[in-house]
T-cell receptor
């Protein structure tokens, strides 16, 4: 059974729209991460968290908010979506900062 | 800055042939980075294929292997005989040994194995 799940798997919205991407992990991990991947680029870290209520800024945070409501759940929020946020989004979790990260299957977002 | 370069966006190999996927890294702020290969099969998330944390060492998994070469700053992925089921996207990555949550990924190489 998949330990990191993401929903939705695909999403289409319009410019200015409000989007929430969800991630749930059943690994009992403390750390969770949101990445985006664009053609020609590696995965880039948007935000991460080391526990419920905690949020840390990653390398490409502009235009994104995130919230960690429980140890299991980490949400990525796009409040005014723009076409530049069209991307493939991955969530991941790890037990600690130096432990292997386990990834979800990704959410493909298209902003028209 | 720190970076990972995978020069091939796509590689096509016939089944049973050998494979090499190139990866070089630049770790200007990290003396001894940890090096990884991740794989993403269709419809799935990335999963760790192998990890090497010591220069000069070789990691291996599922018939794949990669050697951490500090002199040439390379970590090429090799397999002697590929199978159709190896078709996937392969990502080379590095992280600082002291701040290992921060993983820097290459852009990925899409491997197509022809039957």
């Amino acid at each position: 059974e998949a330990a990191v799940t993401q929903s939705p798997r695909n999403k289409v919205t319009v410019t200015g729209g409000n989007v929430t991407l969800s991630c749930r992990q059943t690994n009992s991990h403390n750390y969770m991460y949101w990445y985006r991947q664009d053609t020609g680029h590696g995965l880039r870290l948007i935000h991460y968290s080391y526990g419920a209520g905690n949020l840390q800024i990653g390398d490409v945070p502009d235009g994104y908010k995130a919230t960690r409501t429980t140890q299991e759940d980490f949400f990525l929020l796009l409040e005014l979506a723009s076409p530049s946020q069209t991307s493939l989004y991955f969530c991941a979790s790890s037990a600690g900062p130096q432990d292997t990260q386990y990834f979800g299957p990704g959410t493909r977002l298209l902003v028209l | 800055g720190d970076s990972v370069t995978q020069t091939e966006g796509q590689v096509t190999v016939s089944e049973s042939k050998s494979l090499i996927i190139n990866c070089t890294y630049s770790a200007t702020s990290i003396a001894y980075p940890n090096l990884f290969w991740y794989v993403r099969y269709p419809g799935e998330g990335l999963q760790l294929l192998l990890k090497v944390i010591t220069a000069g060492q070789k990691g291996s998994s599922r018939g794949f292997e990669a050697t951490y070469n500090k002199e040439t700053t390379s970590f090429h992925l090799q397999k002697a005989s590929v199978q159709e089921s190896d078709s996937a996207v392969y990502y080379c990555a590095l992280s600082p040994d002291t701040n290992a949550y921060k993983v820097i990924f290459g852009k990925g190489t899409h491997l197509h194995v022809l039957p």
